[in-house]
Each structure stands twice: as structure tokens, then as C-alpha cells.
């Protein structure tokens, strides 16, 4: 075998495995860069949820972590109230825009799990479902289906539960 030979048998080896192996390193590595980018975003999502929740917290008189509505206030405990509203169901869009898609499973599915325990937890809150006629009209009409469809589970939940919660006053 001369060395022209030689050079020719490395470069098929090279070719045969070579390639396939670099192009199994750039997947792996685009697939790694992808989570990643998920990752990010699902900190960025829960750090802004955080955010609410001390909001909800620096306004006691709201009753937000309540599980039950807050009747009986006055203009401006409304207007607070409406625009905490309008907060999280903003914030519920953009985790629902950014981290939804049919077809979940693993990892992503898990995270998006968790923001719709969010949902179904604030849409439980007559309060909150009966501000969303307002709330959604302009909002991203995926969003704004799959998050009535999640009050009315939970209403119909309710209503059937032997024990209804009544509303705070």
C-alpha cells in the first residue's frame, strides 16, 4: 500500500465516521443550547410569578392569596385589584406563549403543569373569573380559550364539590 493509498483509506474513514460523529456533536449540542434556552426562560417566568406574589403580598387588603373572592371594596382597593388582575393575566399569556405547544412531554410538560396549577388556582377565585370577560379581549386568542376552558372546569369543580366556598366580605 503506497501513501497515496494510505491517504485515501484515511479520508474514507474519515468521511464514513467522521462526519456522522460531527454531526451528532452539533445536535447534541444544538439540543443542549435549546434546553438551556428553556431553562432561562421558565427562571425568567417563575422570577415575574415571584414578583406578582410579592406584589399580592404589599397589598393585604386585597386578600389575593386568599383562596376565596374579596367583596365589599372600595374604588380604589378596585382599581388595585383590577390592574393585579391585569398583571397576571398578562404574565399568564406570555408563560403560556412561551412555554406551551401540543404535544408536551418530559421536562417541558412538567413546567407547563406547573403554570397551569397557577391558572386553575387564580381562575378558582370567582373574582378572578369574573373579571376575565375583560381581562382577556386583546389577549392571544389560544390563551385566552384554553384559559376559559380551565375556569369553567373549575367552576363546574366547585359546584359540584359538597362543600362550596363562599365569598370573603
Request: a negative charge; charged letters at 35%.
Amino acid at each position: 500500500m503506497d501513501l497515496k493509498e494510505i491517504w485515501e483509506l484515511l479520508s474514507a474513514v474519515v468521511t464514513t465516521l467522521g462526519l456522522p460523529f460531527a454531526i451528532f456533536v452539533y445536535v447534541a449540542d444544538r439540543r443542549k443550547a435549546r434546553e438551556v434556552e428553556e431553562e432561562e426562560v421558565n427562571e425568567l417566568l417563575a422570577a415575574a410569578y415571584t414578583d406578582f406574589l410579592k406584589l399580592a403580598l404589599d397589598n393585604p387588603d386585597l386578600r389575593l392569596r386568599s383562596p376565596d373572592s374579596t367583596r365589599g371594596l372600595t374604588e380604589e382597593q378596585q382599581d388595585r385589584m383590577r390592574a393585579m388582575f391585569e398583571i397576571l393575566t398578562s404574565l399568564f399569556e406570555r408563560a403560556y406563549l412561551l412555554t406551551y405547544e401540543d404535544g408536551l412531554t418530559g421536562k417541558k410538560l412538567r413546567r407547563w403543569l406547573s403554570w397551569e396549577d397557577f391558572m386553575r388556582e387564580w381562575v378558582r377565585r370567582d373574582d378572578y373569573r369574573e373579571s376575565l370577560p375583560s381581562l382577556l379581549p386583546g389577549e392571544d386568542p389560544d390563551f385566552a380559550a384554553h384559559i376559559r376552558r380551565l375556569a369553567a372546569e373549575e367552576e363546574r369543580a366547585q359546584s359540584s364539590a359538597p362543600e362550596h366556598r363562599g365569598s370573603v366580605g
